[in-house]
């Protein structure tokens, strides 16, 4: 059995709805569909959430927003039309947008999550309603339905423990095809959170951890995952087979082809990921699975907007609790970093940029006047570059590829961090460098 | 006006002695001269100070120890024999280390340090008496004498601020030559206490720091510091001039030239360190100063004994909080560690092996109990190599050519960690591979 979430483009009109459904309706053990809000249907197209979104500030801001609840309504009316439906569902969509700006119109958080939530919701109601017409037998369920119960975080939901079981036992004797909105669940009280954007990946990984599903697979408009940024590189391979640490590894840095979080439920449960293109399903596309049998690089990433604070102390290692005392500085701060190489008298604290913004010149003087450094700086416009792949430690002359390949384009190592995990390699760099970068690494380990 | 320190086999004997003499009374502003125990004078010889080590042995286990007193004044006597000295001091050398005896024979931290101060502080009394029988104007101090004030930490004494300036007072205007014995200071109430093995560094620097000495001549056998051990390297090149940091970063992995901790006064008053050749005086040597003209890597050294604690976490970069628990534990059990590389999801505790004694079991247990690590495993045998120079980070394929000349001798690397530092470069190989990757570094740097 499989569960499926089908992304924004792929549900954006009524020829991707087919398409999906097709793929659905043609394997029968594709039993449980999440999908998210129609997404764009070309370059210059607006996304059914971003729609919503502003229909929230224009209530939010007391605007006139009868026009946007007519765009947003028009969307699912033309796919209505497109796919011949005989039961429109548009009133009761219309009825549901007017009762959460009644019932939430002072509490904006609340208002946000309900309104955003209703691009999935109505899409699914809409693809189940017209499978059912189609003869097939399509339950629509929403996340309170299955009992998808997360965290009050609106906006930032989490899945609590309990809902694995729960969905389990609503999900597990189910009759026919079920179409489920992906993107958010229920607090205990029945509220509508949203997870953070991107969510509806993490409504699939939870279901199909629930159900202990064969696979999950995640359609997408890509064959699976590339092994660098097509944007940068020319037809850059595509990754067969890859691991759930490696993807977390690529995505760190820039790979946004499968939601971060999402990953986790999966990966918990050893659930395979099969990332596939809805345009061309016979494709294999992408395996994410716990191992693979070979080993060697798979992919190269890069992510601009880094910061490093580096200081100097002489005698630094000498001093006990250092850095345990840095870290508490920027715990109380409430602000995260991400690596922190060290010399033998010096330590760097590399960060994304944001982290810093409005805390800087606090932060630098906490340093200063706590830890009494000798000398200290930042550095901005720090680009990461990720060279991921199992059996990196034993591959000798891992790192002096890409070494080789910076110094032959006159790109400058700013920092270089092969640790402990046996799957990355990690190169600072200056933002500038990024594109050329990925390209020097890819040449060296794809195309040499 | 100078500073200057003579080690152990810069006054093993009357021949050496002489030569001391010669090199201090040639130049007046060689004016404050610091002497270490008798060391070898041949490779089969016993230092004095092991030979005392051995008396406080003898003496806490009750055995006989006249032979012992007789052997550690049969060298004093030696010395006296070629030297023709006039006045004898043998006996009031017996005379003092029975006193030692009688008065501390209870107290056996306080009778090991001042049994060990006495062979800087016998060789001290007798190269003053004898200059002075030479009708050059000497006088011998003893730290007490001029205010060298530690912490009561017999063996491992700490210099008290007070220091500085009670010993730019009572030398400042001393007239003549002064000789003072290297190694040890007293505290408050008198007691001898001291510093750690090799402390007659630490002397000198205290004093030329307390002098605002113009350099601080640190007189060896050897022409300077080589750019990598030549035990292992065919005669590498000397380093003419380096500074104090890159001195430091040498002598983290395996440089022992200079102490460590006699570093710290000279770095503070920025005055130069010049480490010079008692057997061969007119050569330059190496100068250790706060900066330097030139970049460019200066030397290459390795440690081995390394051990890495890698531990992994899926989703271990969003955790707050997870390394500096991970410090506080570490702290908790008194266990300093050197660096500490990370990946997304991984991260390693490196620190030197015998850091994990006694204690592995329990650190390994509160590690997996109070962070809930996915995997944690602890690797050995890891020798680090660094790679240090002024200029690094600048230096478009510095990493190159290392990384270059390790896959040559097919030497794997497990840790690369270029931080903040711009001076210096740290590879983690195995221990086995050590002497071979300070070959491969060597012939890249500094014979390409």
Known sequence: MKVCKFGGSSVADAK???????????????????????????????????????????????????????????????????????????????TQLNDYIMRYQDQPERLTDALKSCGEDFNAQLIASYNNEQGIMTTYLSPGDIGLIVSDEPSNAIVLEESYEKIKNNLAHAEGKVIIPGFFGVNKNGDINTFSRGG???????IASSLSSDVYENFTDVSGIFSANPNIVDHPASIIQL????????????????????????????????????????????????????????????????????????????????????????????????HMPSGIDDISIILRAHQLEG????????????????????????????????????????????????????INLKMINQGSSEISMMFGIEDKDADQAVIAAYEAYFTH
Chains 1, 2 share one sequence.
């Open 359 to 410: 805390k800087e010149a606090k932060l630098l003087e906490k340093i200063e006047h706590e830890l009494k450094v000798d000398a200290l700086s930042i550095e901005k416009n720090i680009a990461i570059l990720m060279v991921v792949g199992l059996g990196m430690k034993t591959l000798v002359g891992t790192a002096n590829k890409a070494t080789e390949a910076f110094k032959a384009r006159n």
């Open 16 to 94: 991707q709805i087919k398409k999906i459904l097709n793929i659905i309706n043609n394997d029968a053990t594709r039993k449980y569909i999440v999908v998210s809000a129609p997404g764009k249907r070309h370059n210059k197209d607006v996304k059914v959430t971003d729609l919503l979104i502003a229909l929230v500030e224009a209530v939010t801001y007391k605007k006139d927003y009868q026009e946007l609840i007519s765009q947003i309504l028009e969307r699912f009316l033309q796919i209505e039309r497109e796919l011949n439906i005989r039961h429109s569902l548009i009133e009761t969509f219309r």
């Open 243 to 338: 691991t759930y640490e490696e993807m977390r590894e690529l995505s760190y840095a820039g790979f946004s082809v499968f939601h971060d979080e999402a990953l986790l439920p999966v990966y918990r449960s050893q659930i395979p990921v099969n990332i596939k293109n809805t345009n061309d399903p016979d494709h294999p596309g992408t395996l994410i699975t716990n191992t693979r049998q070979s080993t060697g690089v798979v992919g190269v990433s890069c992510d601009t907007g880094f910061a490093s604070i580096n200081m100097k102390k002489y005698l630094m290692n000498r001093e006990i609790g250092f850095t345990r005392r840095l870290l508490s500085i920027l715990e109380d701060m409430n602000i995260s970093y991400e």
């Open 200 to 206: 509806s990946d993490i409504t699939g990984a939870i």
